[in-house]
């Protein structure tokens, strides 16, 4: 059977959320920051949608978005002077935007909930964690931030949310539906990254003390 919700909508053109991610936001504009005293008072989600490309032409009205975002819950709220919060959302659930139910003074859309599965045996689970693991290690600094005791949909999402790429390549990792499915187009794009690391590092000893002196 079908899940659906009706929840807020903050579109951005450069955020892709994901589920059982945290995610700092600082909101401003007056619209949003109703709807941040609103969600406070009827518990309702908001979920995070990418701007579709020209946005810019409609954005204080309401440009299109990608259908497939993500609904989260108001984890953290701090009021600032006029009006505007820092907020934390905590990524819940991946969500269809079906229709619109309230456009102004900002966007509320009917969602379906999309379940997410898990469809490899747990040795492959297994495997497949140890080389994400693996390949962070080798690209972020601080790879501390992901806690290899947490699950491996956690791990996955985490890796897709810290990871610095693209965010139609985001948006292709978060239509996933199956984990595993996700975590194997993830793992392509951090062994690019490494060997495009790698290659850098190589000829890296030929690169001049000072670059103006050939």
Known sequence: MTQEDIISVFPLPNVVFFPQTNLPLHIFEPRYSQMIRETQENHQLIGMFLLRPGWQDDYYGNPPIYSVGCAGELAYVESL????????????????????VQEYPYRKVRVQILPETLSESPKLIRQMQMSLLADVAKLMSDPENIDPSLEFSQIVNSIASSLDLDVDLKMELLQKDDIFVRARLLQKLLRKRVSM????QKFSPLRPDDPTVN
Request: cysteine-free; charged content about 30%.
């Open 81 to 100: 002077a006029d009006q505007r919060y820092n907020i934390v959302l905590r990524g819940l659930y991946r969500a269809r935007a079906l229709e619109t």
């Open 197 to 200: 690391n790698e290659w850098a």
